[in-house]
């Protein structure tokens, strides 16, 4: 006992020293100034999206508006109906191709980290290789469309980002660290691989599967080069994709406009572009700060074992 009171003591003085003050200094510094430099550029989004066009174009951004304007967002609100159902299309697709693309990469892993599977190297192979080629655009739209049928259903959205061999690896490397003793007792106590995968593995995939959904999750909601392919329908048109076709529209304004000798600067463009990031990642925000520590805990786990 009396070893580990000195211990103590002894990591509280290197704690309280002089050097070690000055390093917590220094480092608190570094942090702070680092999240400054993270946040300065996202109040230059709001404050730019607040602003008018006009103050922009002839003075640029600024951290707070300027001359206050909400003409970026009675643009993109203009018809909130639409709005609303581009939001709906976008969770809906983010939450089921979350949930799938988990499930699918966690068991795909969880197969491949098996060392008792007999075949893992050479499926391993198949994965590893289309890191380094694939079909082309021109192929996988020939099969999406062709061959699936999938031209103007959701499912041409949420297909191609549910399963990504850069996602299966780092998966693999949690799956890798779980001890097969477990596996082996729950198969002497008569428990079948599903009950296994769902009962065991899956409960310690935990920081895995909160790090490979944050990526799954921002993958699916910033998508909107698959929606511009398959689908035509405005009523399944994705958030990212609508915003794409409302800034397009705002641009083709100003160079009608510029052409008929209006004043460009009345016609709303930067400021569309702040208004539209803002719309676009705030239910990124809200959601993101309820998985940060699964998020940190699996992105350290996996940094440590990889």
């Known amino acids: ?13 290197i704690k309280n020293s002089p050097s070690s003050m000055i390093f ?12 400054i430099v993270c946040l300065v550029p996202f109040l230059i989004m709001v404050s730019g999206s607040f602003t008018a066009e006009k103050y922009i174009t ?12 909400t003409s970026a967002y009675q643009i993109i609100f203009k018809n909130p109906a639409t709005v609303a159902k581009a ?25 491949l980290g098996r060392k008792d599977f007999k ?7 198949f994965f590893y290789f289309t890191t380094l080629f ?17 031209s103007n259903s959701l499912w041409a959205i949420i297909l191609p980002g549910m399963f990504s061999v850069f996602n299966m690896l780092i998966m693999r490397t949690f799956v890798v660290g779980i001890p097969t003793a477990l596996i082996e007792s729950a198969k002497i106590d008569g428990a079948g691989e599903y009950r296994i995968f769902f009962s065991i593995i899956l409960p310690l995939l935990k920081p895995g599967l909160a790090t490979i959904g944050l990526f799954l999750a921002l993958a699916y909601w910033n998508n909107w080069y698959n929606a511009m392919l398959f689908i035509t329908d405005t009523d399944k048109f994705p958030l990212q994709y609508m915003l794409y076709n409302t800034l397009q529209k705002a641009e083709a304004m100003s160079r009608i406009a510029a ?25 990124i925000l809200i959601v993101y700060p309820f998985v940060q520590k699964y998020f940190v805990a699996g992105i350290t786990i996996g940094s440590v074992k990889g």
């Open 58 to 69: 002839f003075h640029g951004f600024n951290i707070y508006p300027v001359e206050f304007s």
């Open 24 to 35: 917590y200094i220094i480092a608190y510094i570094v942090v702070a100034f680092m999240a």
């Open 259 to 283: 052409q008929a000798g209006i004043v460009v600067a009345d016609v709303p463009s930067n400021s569309l572009k702040m208004a539209m990031a803002v719309v676009a990642t705030g239910p």
């Open 87 to 111: 939001y709906g299309v976008s969770i809906y697709v983010t939450l089921l191709g979350t949930f799938l693309g988990l499930m699918i990469t966690a068991a795909t892993s969880y197969v």
């Open 1 to 13: 006992m009396a070893a580990n009171t000195s211990g103590f003591e002894g990591a509280s003085k």
């Open 134 to 150: 694939n079909g082309g655009l021109v192929c996988t739209y020939i099969f999406f469309v062709r061959y699936l049928h999938l």
């Open 119 to 125: 075949y893992r190297n050479k499926f391993s192979f």
